[in-house]
């Protein structure tokens, strides 16, 4: 696990885009994990960039995401319409290449990501408790895809995408930690000060099933993108 300190949310969407297009240019058909939230939308914007310049294409490869709301109030909730605003219709990924866990079969998650060649580049947001896609604390390291509950932190957390707290989902359909472990390649971003326990947690270089992010220091090729802020912080 090695930490990368940046000025800036965007510098670190710059670097990360960056890597993503590199890998795309060299493996056209490359495999993406994709996540939701703020913290990834400076990547999303530099790969969105870069396809409307002409420098990379996403015609081949496919993406699959992290989680997804169990019965969200409305459509522009779900995490399907939050990828397709913010990546999938400014790039050339075809929709049919998009995955999403499904309530429906959420044990068959792992399966198609493993029947697709596994996933080569993951990016990660984390939540304040330290959850990393919807693995909330105490998950087990080795979970698969899986339907989870919300922890209260998570929903007042995420209760800004929606009218109210009341309305804000209560569970979620999510890769488990040993889903998320398969990939190739892992990058996590921590750009807000309410991620510094969960950064600090990382920075102990221990397993603790309490901070789901954890499980990453077994991980053989992760980085963890933090800002100087965050860092700082999370050092004390
Ligand atoms: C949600 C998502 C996570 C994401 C987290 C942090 O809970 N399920 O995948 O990492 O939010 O979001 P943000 O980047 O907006 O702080």
């Not at 993951?122 to 105490?138: A, S």
């Not at 397993?207 to 499980?215: F, G, N, S």
């Amino acid at each position: 696990m090695k930490f990368i300190v940046c000025e800036t949310p965007k510098e670190i969407g710059e670097k990360i885009g960056q890597e993503i297009i590199a890998l795309v240019q060299k493996n056209p058909k490359a495999i993406l994990g994709l996540a939701t939230g703020s913290s990834p939308l400076p990547v999303y914007d530099v790969l969105a960039n870069a396809y409307q310049a002409g420098k990379v294409s996403f015609r081949e490869t496919k993406s699959f995401n992290l989680d997804e709301y169990i019965n969200p109030p409305f459509e522009e909730a779900t995490y399907r319409y939050f990828m397709k605003e913010n990546l999938f219709s400014r790039v050339d990924i075809r929709l049919e290449n998009t995955h999403f866990p499904s309530e429906r079969n959420p044990e068959e998650y792992d399966g198609e990501i493993a029947a697709a060649g596994g996933v080569d580049f993951q990016v990660l947001g984390i939540g304040r408790d330290g959850h990393i896609g919807f693995n909330e604390p105490n998950t087990p390291f080795d979970s698969r895809t899986h339907i989870t509950p919300l922890t209260e932190s998570t929903r007042e957390a995420n209760a800004r995408f929606f009218h109210s707290l009341e309305e804000t989902p209560h569970e979620a359909v999510t890769m488990g930690l040993g889903t998320i472990m398969k990939s190739r390649h892992i990058v996590l971003i921590a750009s807000d000060l309410s991620k510094v326990d969960a950064i600090r947690s990382l920075l102990k270089g221990q397993k603790d099933l309490l901070w789901p992010a954890t499980v990453l220091v077994d991980h053989p090729s992760c980085e963890i993108f933090v800002t100087k802020d965050v860092y700082e912080a999370a050092k004390q």
